[in-house]
């Protein structure tokens, strides 16, 4: 009955592109946005196809050798490409291996490089890699207009104890306009490196996303989700100008008789905006309760970006970061393949200031922002549209499985209900906003 009810959820008319992973829970799968075209890299970079900035490309990441692909950039905007790559389910994987992301101008003199590897656990899930072409008096190179070039290859190119197969790649571009004025070209010098004290009070249910797209928004506060192995959980939270973002991972005791331990079995990222990656922590899991929290953040400025140090660096936008959770598959190997309580500890504190005021609009426009909707959302769970958030009596029957027929109508009726009201408050919504222009500020 399970099995039936996870076809009939996944195969409901009107249930949002992507969303089918969340609704079965399936380990292993990843969300792509709704849409997104399809290119292909290129071996050469004289077939290289062009990414434009503010849009969201699927394409295909062999084992071996660079993928390419084109940029036209002019010279007064940062520009910061992204590449998820998404390896299959199951198996294993070479702790060193992952993604690797350069940007590369005309002459094959590159601006910037970072990688993104499976960790410890050597579980194969989604990971991303950033790179940027950065106009900063700092560097020499890659301050003119004109064509660049994204190389995207494994981080392992050897492919030594990983999968042999082709990964789908989520490619991402977006632009930053310099500031209007000339600001401080060093990082704070001081600021609150203190590990605070995680969120207590009592946890609110949330379902994690399935992908960068589907990201589920958080708030300050404690929320509780479920996680099976294999599976991986995304979560966002808006974080404004001047405010310092912490998070704690707790995996609850298990409700199985196994015994055993895995080291690093949960694995928590964090990515800023531009899904460039910040920090991370794994939590090691024998059964019992477990957590751990993320290294202490400087608070979000501009200026952080002038910093040496990658973590501090990475702090230099205010907008949506996210929170990517993976549970390892060798848990179920010690402790059965159900689901494990996962618990998110989410602090955002210090004082909001303003921004850098920008001299132009970021591509796409709402990428630095932490607007009012937002922040509702974030508060209450839910997504700024239709989202795996809005879901819960479908989320917990597809992940808890169905016993009865009975219970199986009961769930699907509920769903309709939700899906119902969701559509009513959308159409309201709408018709309220008919006669001015409002996006997210």
Same mark, same amino acid.
């Given at each position: ?45 004289? %077939? ?29 905007? %940062? ?50 890699? !950033? ?35 082709? !990964? ?38 949330? @379902? ?14 404690? !929320? ?24 704690? @991972? ?18 928590? %990222? ?95 426009? %709402? ?46 009726? @509920? !769903? ?26």
């Amino acid at each position: 009955m399970a099995a039936l009810a996870v076809v009939l959820l996944t195969g409901m008319p009107g249930l949002p592109a992507g969303q089918e992973a969340v609704a079965a829970g399936t380990p292993g799968t990843y969300a792509f946005e709704e849409g997104a075209p399809r290119v292909e890299g290129a071996l050469s970079t004289a %077939d290289a196809v062009r990414l434009e900035a503010g849009r969201t490309y699927r394409s295909t990441l062999p084992a071996g050798g660079p993928v390419h692909y084109r940029l036209e950039l002019d010279d007064t905007s %940062d520009v910061y490409v992204s590449a998820t790559a998404v390896p299959p389910g199951g198996g294993t994987a070479a702790v060193v291996d992952g993604v690797k992301v350069s940007v590369q101008d005309g002459d094959g003199r590159s601006c910037d490089v970072n990688t993104a590897t499976f960790g410890a656990a050597a579980s194969p899930h989604p990971v991303a890699a !950033w790179a940027a072409r950065e106009i900063s008096p700092r560097r020499s190179l890659c301050k003119d207009a004109g064509t660049y070039y994204v190389a995207v290859e494994r981080a392992d190119p050897d492919g030594k104890g990983a999968s042999p197969d082709a !990964w789908e790649l989520e490619l991402t571009t977006v632009s930053e306009p310099r500031p209007a004025q000339a600001g401080a070209t060093t990082p704070p010098d001081a600021w609150n490196s203190a590990s605070p004290e995680p969120v207590a009070g009592e946890a609110r249910r949330r @379902a994690g996303g399935a992908g960068f797209a589907e990201a589920t928004p958080l708030g300050e506060g404690v !929320w509780r989700d479920d996680i099976r192995p294999g599976q991986t959980l995304f979560y966002k939270v808006p974080v404004g100008w001047g405010r310092q973002f912490n998070a704690t @991972a707790e995996l609850g005791s298990s409700s199985s008789d196994g015994t055993g331990f895995v080291p690093a079995a949960l694995d928590l %990222d964090l990515y800023n905006p531009v899904r460039g990656h910040v920090a991370d922590v794994g939590v090691g899991y024998d059964g019992r309760q477990k957590s751990d929290s993320l290294a202490p953040l400087p608070p979000v400025a501009y200026a952080n970006r002038h910093a040496p140090t990658g973590q501090v660096a990475a702090m230099r936008f205010a907008g949506s970061y996210y929170l990517v959770a993976h549970l390892a598959e060798k848990v179920a190997d010690d402790f059965g393949d159900g689901p494990v309580p996962l618990t998110l500890r989410v602090r955002v504190s210090g004082a909001a200031q303003d921004g850098p005021g920008y001299a132009g609009e970021p591509v796409p426009s %709402d990428v630095f922002t932490e607007g009012e909707e937002d922040r509702e959302a974030a508060a209450d769970g839910r997504a700024a549209g239709p989202g795996p958030g809005d879901d819960t009596a479908m989320t917990a029957l597809a992940v808890g499985g169905i016993g009865t027929g009975s219970a199986l109508l009961v769930g699907l009726g @509920a !769903w309709t209900v939700v899906a119902r009201r969701r559509a009513v408050s959308l159409h309201e919504e709408g018709s309220s906003r008919q006669g001015g222009s409002r996006g997210r500020p």
